[in-house]
């Protein structure tokens, strides 16, 4: 399953770097390069992903100096001119002391379950944080339960655990390697436990808390999707959640499906909900729906009314198919969209 936060982390402290305003922009581009190249080197990242530059002065995070975000990686290119570009016009603003450069990527990848492959297109983000004193620190973090020996709604998968994980394991050691630092294993989270080798055998130790997926990522994710819908939902909206079977279509963008707009069979509840291993764009692409959907609400439309009517329709580049599927209940529509 492929989560919107974080299944697991991990951190290196590399020697710091000297003179940080004249070489620190450099040394984070290297280490982030160096970074994808070993997932890439092990199959794990495809190409592709996007690039984030943001300088900021520490007394004052969330007015960043300068900040260039989701720069697109272009094929064939580890980080792509846009990243160095922006990392360039960070260094002419310059990395003073009290100062943090932080270049973060973002990077689509593959797993295998049974031999086939599956894709999603945020997989793993390696971030570098710079201090202008010259502290250095490289994350990685992981958004899939591909590695664990037990998924998010605790069904053993000792299998696609033995698939995958080796892998990990091999591209922890080598990053230890190439950056002549030890790992860092970061804290636990909701999902599981990371360790310097990869995550805790859940099958072992048992998972911190139950069904992860249910309790605290998909509250999660419709969260941030509701932040980025303007406007107030109080009173607005149809009911966000239901007991009963739900019907859905899927919404398209080309080939790749972004998420499902449902309705439910029986009350006054309808939806979106992004399938996470499209990434952001799954998120982003759920907003028109949503005003849709309002729109018709106030309109006077049940749910199911409300799902016809959009059923073919297209907005913001994104088209909902006119096929209707049925779920047996909105829990399964929503692990539908946490999987590949």
């Not at 945020?122 to 591909?146: M, N, P």
């Not at 636990?188 to 990522?217: N, Q, V």
């Amino acid at each position: 399953m492929i989560t919107s936060e974080p299944v697991g982390e991990w951190f290196w402290e590399p020697a710091p770097v000297s003179d940080a305003a004249e070489n620190g922009t450099a040394r984070a581009l290297g280490l982030l390069s160096d970074a994808r190249n070993v997932l890439a080197s092990l199959g794990l990242v495809a190409e592709g992903g996007t690039v984030s530059v943001v300088l900021s002065d520490r007394r004052a995070m969330a007015s960043p100096l300068f900040a260039v975000r989701d720069v697109p990686v272009e094929a064939g290119d580890a980080l792509g001119a846009g990243a160095a570009a922006a990392a360039a016009e960070a260094a002419a603003v310059g990395l003073l002391p009290d100062r943090l450069l932080t270049l973060s990527l973002k990077l689509p990848g593959e797993w295998t379950e049974s031999g086939a492959r599956r894709r999603a297109e945020k997989l793993f983000t390696v971030r570098v944080d710079v201090w202008g004193e010259g502290g250095v620190v490289l994350v990685l973090s992981t958004y899939a339960d591909a590695w664990l020996t037990q998924d998010l709604r605790e069904r053993p998968q000792p299998e696609v655990a033995a698939e995958n994980a080796p892998r990990l394991t091999a591209a922890l050691k080598r990053i230890s390697e190439s950056t002549g630092s030890e790992i860092d294993p970061g804290d636990a989270t909701r999902h599981a436990r990371p360790t310097a080798e990869g995550f805790a055998d859940l099958l072992a130790e048992g998972a911190e808390y139950d069904d992860s997926w249910s309790t605290f990522e998909v509250p999660a994710r419709w969260k941030r999707l509701m932040k980025l819908v303007p406007g107030d939902s109080a009173g607005q909206d149809y009911e966000s959640s239901t007991e009963h079977p739900v019907r859905y279509a899927h919404v398209r963008q080309g080939e790749q499906v972004l998420g499902y707009l449902w309705a439910a069979v029986g009350d006054e509840a309808a939806g979106y909900e992004p399938r996470t291993a499209a990434g952001d764009a799954a998120f982003e692409a759920g907003v028109p729906w949503l005003l849709k959907l309002r729109d018709l609400r106030l309109r006077g439309f049940g749910p199911l009314e409300a799902l016809n009517e959009l059923l073919g329709g297209s907005a913001d580049g994104s088209a909902v198919e006119s096929v209707v599927h049925e779920a047996a209940s909105l829990d399964a529509l929503e692990e539908l969209s946490g999987r590949y």
